[in-house]
């Protein structure tokens, strides 16, 4: 039952238009991510590890996180893995393997310390699934790319005005 209804909502959220997806999913993703880092971060802490931020150039950081990362991670990551993962016979058309092997590699890309590599899974995961998804309309890049930009602008600000 739960399987139906799932493949439900998923068919209500491919048919979205494009803001409407883009918006949702970078907000889900935004969601889950601060979620899932806040466990990581509190269950490092627990276990003795020190966490600490790299002071960066913030000029440097923010045309890095917003611009270039987005576009690049894309291209690796999500074309390119997907292509990748679907050329492997046992894995190739099962969109849920390829969605969270996928997810798993972008996350694992992203070795900052733990809590940040468990943080940024759910976001693999859906960049991977929106990518996916959006084939059938042919703007599956510019989705990913869409999500993944206002993901890390939100991460941005709120890392910044902290």
């Given at each position: 039952?739960?399987?139906?209804?799932?493949?439900?909502?998923?068919n209500?959220?491919?048919?979205?238009?494009?803001?409407?997806?883009?918006?949702?999913?970078?907000?889900?993703?935004?969601?889950?991510?601060?979620?899932?880092?806040?466990?990581?971060?509190?269950?490092?802490?627990?276990?003795?590890?020190?966490?600490?931020?790299?002071?960066q150039?913030?000029?440097?950081?923010?045309?890095y996180?917003?611009l270039?990362?987005?576009?690049?991670?894309?291209?690796?990551?999500?074309?390119?893995?997907?292509?990748?993962?679907?050329?492997?016979?046992?894995?190739?058309?099962?969109?849920?393997?390829?969605?969270?092997?996928?997810?798993?590699?972008?996350?694992?890309?992203?070795?900052?310390?733990?809590?940040?590599?468990?943080?940024?899974?759910?976001?693999?995961?859906?960049?991977?699934?929106?990518?996916?998804?959006?084939?059938?309309?042919?703007?599956?890049?510019?989705?990913?790319y869409?999500?993944?930009?206002?993901?890390?602008?939100?991460?941005?600000?709120?890392r910044?005005?902290?």
């Amino acid at each position: 039952m739960f399987k139906v209804k799932l493949k439900a909502l998923s068919n209500k959220i491919e048919e979205l238009p494009f803001f409407y997806f883009i918006t949702l999913l970078a907000l889900i993703c935004k969601v889950s991510s601060t979620f899932l880092g806040y466990i990581a971060i509190i269950a490092a802490q627990r276990s003795g590890y020190n966490i600490t931020i790299d002071d960066q150039n913030r000029i440097e950081f923010l045309v890095y996180a917003i611009l270039f990362a987005p576009i690049v991670e894309t291209i690796i990551f999500q074309a390119g893995m997907y292509h990748i993962l679907n050329s492997i016979p046992f894995i190739k058309h099962h969109n849920g393997r390829i969605i969270l092997i996928g997810g798993l590699i972008f996350s694992s890309a992203h070795a900052y310390n733990i809590p940040y590599i468990i943080a940024v899974i759910p976001a693999g995961i859906l960049y991977m699934y929106a990518y996916i998804v959006r084939q059938k309309k042919n703007d599956a890049f510019l989705s990913v790319y869409s999500i993944h930009l206002i993901f890390n602008t939100i991460s941005l600000i709120s890392r910044l005005t902290n």
